[in-house]
T-cell receptor, first 116, second 109 residues
Framework: GAGVSQSPSNKVTEKGKDVELRCDPI?????LYWYRQSLGQGLEFLIY????????KSGLPSDRFSAERTGGSVSTLTIQRTQQEDSAVYLC??????????????FGPGTRLTVL | DAKTTQPNSMESNEEEPVHLPCNHS???????IHWYRQLPSQGPEYVIH???SNVNNRMASLAIAEDRKSSTLILHRATLRDAAVYYC??????????FGQGTRLTINP
């Protein structure tokens, strides 16, 4: 079946521009996560959505970052006034149940963002 | 948060078993041990998880020490496709994954 998809796969932008990254989770998965991974680094949690609950935004690095999830499915991560340090691979993952203990996270292929 | 320690890198030969260690001496009783891996230029991929007992699935086996302060991921017969960074993670109902640097596994043909 279809996995998690993300678009675009690559995005090159100029410093100061806004970008939108899209994630289509696996159908029926209730939880959705955004992470980012800088070159050679581990994952950095950004934000978590689960059902109709308020999202956990504790990982967003600044108020330039925001995300929404419409209709409990597709999610968009927006970065305003991009900076060079925002360059990274942005990964989306979904899981079929709210808890992680018994369920794996299914990751998308990521969006590679380069800010010039 | 309980921390895990893994070797930075390991190397093995194709078709041989691989044992990837992970130390988690501060693990609590409710922490589950999860393993993920990340192949080059791909998103992370779930491998296996366990609590106390050893676990087997189609990808790997997980051996957990009796005191739970360490665990070992076992790939029974490595292939070139198994070359990846392997992450050992402790999860206690947290709703996010926190990856460290992991172990970079190289498989020689």
């Amino acid at each position: 079946g279809a996995g998690v998809s993300q678009s675009p796969s690559n995005k090159v932008t100029e410093k100061g521009k806004d970008v939108e990254l899209r994630c289509d989770p696996i159908s029926g998965h209730t939880a959705l996560y955004w992470y980012r991974q800088s070159l050679g680094q581990g994952l950095e949690f950004l934000i978590y959505f689960q059902g109709n609950s308020a999202p956990d935004k504790s990982g967003l690095p600044s108020d330039r970052f925001s995300a929404e999830r419409t209709g409990g499915s597709v999610s968009t991560l927006t970065i305003q006034r991009t900076q060079q340090e925002d360059s990274a691979v942005y990964l989306c993952a979904s899981t079929p149940l709210a808890g992680l203990l018994y369920n794996e996270q299914f990751f998308g292929p990521g969006t590679r963002l380069t800010v010039l | 948060d309980a921390k895990t320690t893994q070797p930075n890198s390991m190397e093995s030969n194709e078709e041989e078993p691989v044992h990837l260690p992970c130390n988690h001496s501060t693990i609590s009783g409710t922490d589950y041990i999860h393993w993920y891996r990340q192949l080059p230029s791909q998103g992370p991929e779930y491998v296996i998880h366990g609590l106390t007992s050893n676990v087997n699935n189609r990808m790997a086996s997980l051996a957990i020490a009796e005191d739970r302060k360490s665990s070992t991921l076992i790939l029974h017969r490595a292939t070139l496709r198994d070359a990846a960074v392997y992450y050992c993670i402790l999860i206690k109902g947290a709703q996010k994954l926190v990856f460290g640097q992991g172990t970079r596994l190289t498989i020689n043909p």
